[in-house]
């Protein structure tokens, strides 16, 4: 039951990372097209929510490297998106920390699998 919820915890934040860099890749594009689209940094604000919720779970049963890249990651996203929200400024670390939050995650995943079968 625990190697379940652990995998459903990777996918979760795989999947919330990717989408999230995604969104923070391509959504800067349809902007320049005229259809009336404006960034919500609200969007960000969710995506970094489900990410925390996803490694507060994972951290606690991965090993130090694993924690570290996602403890640093979703602080460089959590800065990225309360400095657009306050501060109206759009800071590229949510780039880096959407990257290391996949990253992570995956290396948690492998290291999982790996150690169960």
């Known amino acids: 039951m625990k190697k379940t919820s652990i995998h ?15 969104h923070c890749l391509v959504f ?9 689209l404006s960034h919500n940094p ?4 969710v995506f970094a929510i489900i ?8 951290i ?5 490297l694993v924690a570290a890249i996602l403890v640093i990651s979703m602080a460089l996203i959590w800065i990225s998106v309360l400095s657009e929200l306050f501060l109206d400024i759009h800071l590229d670390l949510i780039f880096i920390g959407g990257i290391g939050m996949i990253i992570g995650h995956l290396l948690n995943y492998k290291l999982h699998k790996n150690k169960n079968h």
Do not use: E
């Open 8 to 22: 459903l915890y990777d996918i979760l934040g795989i999947s919330s990372a990717t989408v999230c860099l995604v």
């Open 60 to 64: 606690k049963k991965s090993n130090l």
């Open 42 to 45: 609200f969007i960000d604000l």
């Open 28 to 36: 800067p594009l349809l902007t320049i097209l005229p259809l009336g």
């Open 51 to 58: 990410g925390s919720f996803a490694i507060l779970k994972i």
